[in-house]
């Protein structure tokens, strides 16, 4: 191999063929898993309930990395959380 140059293999930008199967699978693996999460978390008691649902969370709203003493603090009784 000339030195800074590349000479093989794929080039630049060239999507790997495996990783993407491999996700393309997983995708369907995780639909699959949601449709049945309803039915699932309404077995589980509500504190595990409570737990998935926290662990979800920061895939959906993203973390605050700034803090201010003007956040709001909710707190919300276990009787109003809707699962």
Sequence with gaps: MAKGYKTGG????????????IRETLIVILEQEMKQLPALMESMQPEKRA??????????VPKNTHSDSRDIIVVVD?????L
């Design 51 to 60: 737990e998935i649902v926290t662990r979800l969370l920061s895939f959906v």
């Design 78 to 82: 276990e009787d109003d959380i809707l």
């Design 10 to 21: 794929r080039e630049k930008g060239t999507p790997n063929k495996l990783t993407h199967e």
